[in-house]
């Protein structure tokens, strides 16, 4: 593994490679700046772009987008107290607070500051803390596979969204779907209905975009399409003296960010809250906190950063994704032949690594590119959303149909649409859905290998495997648990 760690080193150091990552730090920020547009949508919608590139240049790219629109959302939140993304809600009540102060710079500065600092030293936790993992998982054969991808999908159905019910449904709905097609093990057609574009299954492009992308567009649309007040970037820029200030702050949310990341089911917008809630609380004047405090700026931007290097590590070494943005990023992996897992380490380990190396460096670009354009995208905050959705739109329809120029993806984008605004409305979370069909197909050959090696007796060479009689095991008391927290807390949400 050290000697696939120093090839992917020197694999990560081409000018493709970062020249593609600013590209997406850029985009990711230039989307985050917009008020209503996601991370989320972002993602979504240049996705395909990383399908046509090495996947040491695609997904680095994909990297940027998410790093860059996290940070992007902190923009409108401080200038015009509307964030861009959730995790910039914690923001906005100190930011715009400094704006109205005419402070606007120091603000927008400080969010740079604490957003890069707390994404590098949560990179670089990723670097350490995936060398034992993926040395453990690299142990596993088809059993543990098996139970590992198991006990996943119960830990996502779980852990999605308020109502553990409706996410067992999801995830039970996207495992059928992913049995629809050839049958991998018997080579048996299934659940096609006659219809010869299904036999090769269910695209997953289309699907990724129509549930994640689509929904994200009518809930612009909805919005009131409100003329903002250009707010200037005014005011001096942050001081050394006032960084050195918040640095203990700082330190404290990149912790509590890297430890919530690790988590599957969290993500940014829990850590920013955290983050802040802990500075507030520790700090001697909390009353400043609200009225235009730095410190409030640093604490939710280096908490909601940090998460985004370690939720690479249950990711990559496990397939559990941390929120619906990295679940995107599992479908690029898995389009470019990353499947993550047990199995990636060992047949991709160098390329994995690079990716990896990438990320890491990739906080310098964004502190560059952060540092030059925030004037620029302070002046995108203004521009009417009537204005981008036909635009979003045409990127949507046009992603889903480059990559195999078919026309039934088109269909399969609109279906899936349509469905993931029918999910939402129903309150019902796409992620578990997703996730059945991506690790549908893994887990249904890892359990036909296990068949096989046990002569048809699953059970008995099962739990012969100690690995594989854990994971199966433990499936039962995570859900029954997360069931049980989940159905009592629910007449308090009510």
């Known amino acids: 593994m050290l000697e696939q760690f120093i090839t992917g080193f020197g694999m990560a150091f081409r000018v493709d490679t970062f020249a593609l990552m600013a590209a997406g730090l850029f985009g990711g920020m230039l989307v985050g700046a917009l008020p209503g547009f996601t991370t989320l949508l972002a993602m979504a919608i240049l996705l395909p772009i990383s399908f046509f590139l090495e996947p040491i240049v695609g997904i680095p790219f994909l990297l940027g987008v998410y790093k860059g629109g996290i940070f992007g959302g902190s923009i409108p939140a401080i200038l015009v107290s509307m964030p861009g993304t959730g995790a910039a809600v914690a923001t906005s009540r100190d930011g715009y607070a400094l704006t109205k102060q005419g402070k606007s710079r120091k603000a927008l500065d400080m969010a740079l500051c604490s957003s890069v600092f707390g994404d590098t030293m949560s990179d670089m936790f990723t670097m350490v803390m995936i ?3 993926a040395f453990l998982v690299m142990q596993f054969g088809p059993p543990e596979l098996f139970a590992v991808l198991l006990l996943s999908l119960v830990i996502i159905a779980a852990t999605s969204g308020k109502n553990p019910l409706k996410a067992l449904v999801m995830m039970l709905f ?18 096609t209905f006659g219809i010869f574009d299904l036999k090769s299954g269910i695209p997953l ?27 200037a970037v005014m005011g001096e820029r942050l001081t050394f003296a006032e960084f050195r ?16 990341g690790i988590i599957p089911g969290l993500g940014q917008v829990v850590a920013a809250m955290m983050g802040y809630s802990a500075a507030k609380n520790a700090s001697d004047h909390p009353e400043t906190f609200g009225e235009g405090e730095l410190e409030g700026i640093a604490a939710a931007e280096a908490a909601n950063n940090a998460v985004n290097g370690p939720t690479m590590v249950p990711l990559l070494t496990l397939g559990i994704p941390g929120d619906n943005v990295t679940a995107i990023l599992l479908g ?22 690079a990716i990896l190396v990438a990320m890491v460096f990739a906080n310098l670009l964004f502190l560059v590119i952060g540092y030059l354009s925030i004037p620029f995208f302070s002046r995108i905050v203004q521009i009417k959303t009537s204005v ?19 026309n039934f993806d088109l269909i399969m984008l609109v279906a899936f649409g349509v469905f993931g605004l029918v999910a939402r409305a129903g309150k019902f979370d796409v992620m578990p859905m997703v996730m059945g069909f991506i690790l549908g197909p893994p887990m249904e050959y890892a359990f036909g290998q296990t068949m096989a090696m ?21 499936s039962i008391p995570v859900i029954g648990f997360m069931l049980w927290r989940r159905l009592n807390a629910l007449p308090a949400e009510n």
Request: charge should be neutral.
């Open 174 to 191: 996207g495992l059928w779907l992913s049995f629809i097609g050839t049958d991998p093990l018997g080579g048996v057609e299934r659940f």
């Open 131 to 133: 060398f034992p993992i």
């Open 454 to 474: 046990g002569n048809g007796e699953v059970m008995q060479f099962l739990f012969q495997e100690r690995l594989g009689a854990i994971g199966v095991l433990l």
């Open 245 to 260: 200030r918040c640095f203990k702050t700082i330190c404290r949310s990149t912790v509590i960010g890297t430890g919530i």
């Open 332 to 353: 690029a992996f898995v389009a470019q032949g990353l499947r993550p897992g047990p199995q990636l380490f060992e047949e991709q380990g160098a390329t994995v690594f």
């Open 205 to 231: 492009l289309p699907m990724l975009i129509g549930v994640f992308a689509i929904p994200e567009i009518a809930n612009v649309v909805m919005k009131s399409d409100k003329v903002q007040k250009l707010a």
């Open 388 to 406: 981008l959705v036909p635009v979003v739109i045409m990127f949507a329809f046009a992603g889903a149909y480059v990559f195999r120029s078919d």
